[in-house]
């Protein structure tokens, strides 16, 4: 085939599931409007409720937003694919969805980071949390993390619309994303490759050692405490926070930051799901029921 610039691609994921293709839909559908209302109701009773415009609930409801936003660039794309078992995605939305995808994926990463800042001044330094974490502090943290986010995802997206393919190209995945693209290009892939272990590794890596060393940092300082409730206290504020990193981060890591071989499209299409469609589900689920003050606000 000739190797011209594509106009459009076609992704087909779930071919091999067809007679699925209604209970799939149904389920995934079912994911998705359980993550709308879960986030929806998180932004609402933030902003309702004044006992919760704390920083720690600021920085919660734009990592609300950022995981809403999220879900949406790839679910309804997914949904699509597994109702007609194939979809066609012109090449310019392809791209975009490549964008916003790493923009807000990213966005949610370094405010997760921000969020452990925030824990650890809480509780390591409770007599500056005031001084240091204020709205203007938020405002501030929440801008560069989607600045930082919306750069990382431009630079990405730039690069792979230079990238040659055939002329009726065929992506095995329910949405565009980078590593799909580079196995099925015609071009050179290793400076994309390259770019995603070492940029790639500032962007992803980097705030998710900040917010392990902030947790060890507060680790400790949990244990200096003498009284056991206050002990519990202090680590049931750190525990939401701290799996819903986990449950990010570890999906998101084993899917781009391993060779290239290491990893099916089979099995790489399921760590995709996991941090794409059940993580961003349970996030705020697992906020509210671990949360006192956030049950008390919905009570109210």
Known sequence: MNITPPTEFLLYSFSDASSLRIPLFVFFLLIYLITFFGNLMMLSVIVLNPNLHSPM???????????????????????????SQETIISFQSCIAQIFFF?????????????????????ICQPLRYSTIMNSNMCVTLC???????????????????????????????????IPPLLEISSSNTTFNHLLIFTEGSLVALVPSSLTILSYVRITISILRIHSSSGRQKAFSTCASHLMVFFLFSASAVSMYFRPSSALSPHLGKYVTLMYTALTPMCNPYIYCLRNREVKTALKK
């Open 57 to 83: 609930y600021q920085l919660l409801w734009s990592f609300s937003l950022m995981d809403f936003s999220f879900s949406s660039t790839t679910v309804p794309s997914m949904l699509s694919t597994v109702l």
């Open 102 to 122: 790493h923009a807000f994926g990213n966005s949610e990463n370094l405010l997760l980071s921000a969020m452990s800042y925030d824990r650890y001044v809480a």
């Open 143 to 177: 801008s560069a993390c989607c600045a930082c986010a919306s750069l990382h995802a431009l630079l990405h997206a730039l690069l792979t619309s230079l990238l040659d393919f055939h002329q009726h190209a065929h992506i095995p995945h329910f949405f565009c994303d």
